[in-house]
């Protein structure tokens, strides 16, 4: 999810909490907290490509972080607004803010590390997109209105309202995704193609576009199905062409970066020493097979101790 989408949910979480006895500060505060857990994406900005990828969404995506953490926050809270609520209520607000922003993520592709530092595993349910606008507006408009209304009670039920109907769309988006991937796994059994595993994944910016993968040996067998069309989008397969890395099979960047993807990459040559691996899971740039790929890193490996991986410029 965006960070706009985290702000307003955020929000809506402290406005639930807290809006009787705070008003529009537990709203804002709410929002503010919910941002607090991109710490780690922050962080990530330093580092090398490969690493940087595990840093984003990682420790301060966790459940640990965001009980240790809201004492703090509810601390400042505490003396902004004084004795209007004790430190546990403001604490109580900054933690339900930062665990929301932490499983909604859970939805996302990249997902998050939710039980850092003790389970080292990414939970991604593939579900919502980076930018979902079905899914942002009853936030945003649930947020608006907050704001505006005058009685607190009515914040927390306006914001009650915001929340359930988010829900509703993650849970109904859940079960589109089962859907659409059952019609794929049929698409691909009556062209008689043969599959190990397959996923789909949500387009962002699209409305019920999905970005359908399913792998064999030799690679991936793409295609995008939409529940708003009935056009039969072209089946092509993206050959994985992983033998491009078995001279660096040994080098943990690399690993790092393939386990990232899910194992959803192809790799492309570029030159003697230089190959670009595209993540299939973000699809492509356009409907054709010929438009070049969303999200692709490129790995130089002309210095074999010293492997490097940066994103692909965009044209």
Known sequence: MNIISQFVLGAAVGSLIGAKKLGNKAVLFG??????????????????????????????????????????????????????CSIGFCSLIACGSMLAHCVADVFSMTGVGLFEPFVHRRFALSVLSEFDIVGLLPLLIAFVVTLIVKDRRHKAMISWFGLFLFVVYVAFASLNKLSVQSQFEQKLDEQGLRYSRTEVFPVSGSLFMWNCIAQDR????MCYLSNLSKNDFEMNL?????????????????????????????????????????????????????DTFKKSYTIDFTNKENVVISPLAKP
Request: with cysteine; aromatic share 14%; glycine share 8%.
């Open 218 to 221: 030799d690679g991936f067998w």
């Open 238 to 290: 993206v050959l994985r062409n992983d033998y491009y890395l078995f001279e660096m099979e040994n080098n943990q960047n690399i690993h790092r970066l393939e386990a990232y993807t899910k194992q959803y990459y192809s790799v492309e040559p570029k030159s003697d020493n230089v190959v670009v691996l595209h993540d299939l899971r973000y699809g492509r740039n356009g409907l054709s097979i010929n």
């Open 31 to 84: 929002g503010l907290c919910s941002l607090i857990v991109y710490l780690d994406c922050l962080l990530a900005k330093l580092s090398e490509t490969s690493t940087a990828v595990y840093i984003c969404g990682g420790i301060t995506h966790s459940i640990v972080f965001c009980l240790l953490a809201a004492p703090i926050f509810g601390w400042l809270l505490h003396k902004f607004v004084g004795n209007a």
